[in-house]
C-alpha cells in the first residue's frame, strides 16, 4: 500500500527450513513451538503509532527475535520485510535486523523458485518488471507484539539492498495484512498468526488521526450495524465491487462487476496509502460538484471559488481553511455492490493537514486523480471515516462509523 505503484514480479511459494542447525538452536525452536501451542482468549487489540499527517504511515510495535521493531501497517500488500543491518543501501535509521544475531531466527532452504541462492539460503527479488528496486534473503522468525501475547513462528524477508529513491515506508520494515495473490513475493503472515494462536480469521483495523488499533481474533458477529460488503482478491490486496459514487445526491459514476477487469468496476482498501483517489472521469465529477457549491455568500468555499483554473484543492495546492468552515464542503458518498446504503466521507476526513515551506498547517485535498491508473483506492481518508473489519473466513468487509468503534 505505498503511495507508488506496486509490482512485485518474483515468486515462490512455500519453503523447506535448513535442518541442520546447532543443538542449543533446536532447543529453542522446541520452547518457541510449545509456546506458540498457547490459546489467546478471544479478540487481541494492539495500539498502533503514526498519523495521517505529512508522508500518512501507521505502524505497529513489534519483535523478532531480539529485535524491537516498527511495522508499517499495510492492507495493500501481503508478507513481512524487515531492512537488514547489513543493507549498504538502505536508509541508515531504518536498518534493524540482523539474522545472524536472532537464535529464534531460521534460513529458509534454496527451491526452484527462489530468485537466487547464496550458501544455501533463498534469495527473492522485487521489481516492477523492468527493474529491480528491492532484494534480501528469506528467513523464518519469532514475531511478536508490545502489549500482547500474540506470539507466531512467520516467515520474513530480510532487505538486503534497495535503490535510493524507494522507501518502502519510514519505519524498520512492513507488515502487509492482504492474503497472497496468485505466486506472490511473500507468505501471508495473518494466516499463521491466526492459526498458531488459535484465533477467528478476523481482524479490525481502526486509523484516527494521530492514533489507531489493529484488532486480531475478532468475532465478525459482534458487529450488527456495520455494511457488510464481499470481498474479491485484488492485485495489490483486497477489492470490492462498487455500485455508485455521488456528492449531494448527484451520482458521478455508476460502477458495476463488468468492469472489474477494467479495474473501474472495483476498488482497493488500503492502510499504506495517505490519499483516496479516484478514475479520472470520477474525480473531474467530483470536483465539479465542490465547483457548483459557489456563487452564493454561504458557500464560498476556500481553495474551491474564484481560484484560478488549476491553481485550487484539486490541481493539488493547499489552503489554510478553518475548522469551523469544514461543513460547507460537501461529502463523497460511497455505495458498494450489493449493499442498500452509501457511505459518507466527509470533509473532516477528505481535507487533510499539512505543513507548508514555512512551517504553517495547512489543508490539502485527501481525493486525488488516479491518473492513468483509472482504479479506486480507498486509502487512509477512508479509514479516517471508517473502520473496517477484515473477516476472511466470510470473505467479506464490514464498514463501521469511526466514531462508534474506536
Same mark, same amino acid.
Given at each position: ?164 529513491? $524507494? ?35 478476523? $481482524? ?22 456495520? !455494511? ?57 465529477? $467530483? ?54 446504503? $452509501? ?60 466514531? !462508534?468503534?474506536?
Amino acid at each position: 500500500g505505498n503511495n507508488d505503484e506496486r509490482g512485485e514480479s518474483a515468486r515462490f511459494g512455500h519453503a523447506h527450513r535448513v535442518t541442520a542447525f546447532p543443538m542449543f538452536r533446536l532447543l529453542l525452536v522446541v520452547l518457541w513451538l510449545s509456546l506458540l501451542q498457547v490459546h489467546v482468549d478471544g479478540q487481541q487489540t494492539i495500539q498502533l503509532v503514526g498519523n495521517n499527517d505529512e508522508r500518512g504511515e501507521y505502524g505497529v510495535q513489534a519483535t523478532l527475535g531480539p529485535f524491537s521493531v516498527t511495522l508499517q501497517i499495510d492492507t495493500g500488500s501481503s508478507g513481512i520485510s524487515i531492512y537488514a543491518t547489513s543493507c549498504q543501501t538502505c536508509p541508515p535509521q531504518r536498518k534493524a535486523y540482523d539474522p545472524s544475531a536472532s537464535n529464534t531466527s531460521e534460513p529458509i532452504a534454496c527451491y526452484s523458485k527462489c530468485s537466487e541462492c547464496d550458501d544455501n539460503v533463498c534469495g527473492y527479488s522485487m521489481d516492477f518488471g523492468f527493474y529491480e528496486y528491492s532484494a534480501g534473503r528469506l528467513f523464518s522468525e519469532v514475531l511478536g507484539f508490545k502489549d500482547s501475547n500474540i506470539i507466531s513462528k512467520i516467515q520474513i524477508g530480510v532487505v538486503d539492498k534497495t535503490i535510493e529513491w $524507494f522507501q518502502q515506508t519510514s519505519y524498520q520494515g512492513q507488515l502487509g495484512l492482504a492474503p497472497p495473490v496468485n505466486n506472490s513475493l511473500f507468505q501471508f503472515p495473518l494466516a499463521n498468526i491466526f492459526d498458531q494462536n488459535k484465533t477467528s480469521e478476523c $481482524f479490525a483495523l481502526c486509523l484516527k488521526n494521530h492514533s489507531g488499533t489493529l484488532s486480531i481474533g475478532v468475532d465478525p458477529e459482534s458487529y450488527p450495524n456495520a !455494511t457488510w460488503a464481499p470481498y474479491i482478491p485484488a492485485e495489490f490486496g483486497y477489492g470490492v465491487v462498487l455500485g455508485q459514487l455521488g456528492v449531494n445526491g448527484t451520482i458521478l459514476s455508476r460502477l458495476s462487476s463488468d468492469n472489474i477487469n477494467g479495474k473501474l468496476g472495483y476498488a482497493i482498501v488500503d492502510s499504506g496509502t495517505k490519499f483516496l483517489a479516484l478514475p479520472t472521469k470520477a474525480f473531474r465529477a $467530483f470536483a465539479d460538484q465542490l465547483s457548483l457549491q459557489c456563487g452564493t455568500p454561504d458557500y464560498e468555499l476556500t481553495g474551491v471559488c474564484k481560484i484560478a483554473p488549476g491553481k485550487g484543492l484539486t490541481g493539488g495546492y493547499c489552503f489554510d481553511i478553518p475548522e469551523k468552515n469544514f461543513a460547507l464542503y460537501p461529502p463523497l458518498n460511497i455505495k458498494f455492490a450489493g449493499t442498500n446504503n $452509501f457511505l459518507s466521507v466527509a470533509s473532516t476526513s477528505y481535507l487533510v493537514s499539512q505543513k507548508d515551506s514555512s512551517g504553517k498547517v495547512v489543508r490539502c485535498l485527501g481525493i486525488v486523480d488516479s491518473g492513468g491508473r483509472e482504479r479506486t483506492v480507498l486509502g487512509q481518508v477512508f479509514f479516517q471515516s471508517y473502520s473496517i473489519v477484515f473477516d476472511l473466513e466470510g470473505q467479506r468487509l464490514g464498514f463501521m462509523p469511526q466514531n !462508534t468503534t474506536c
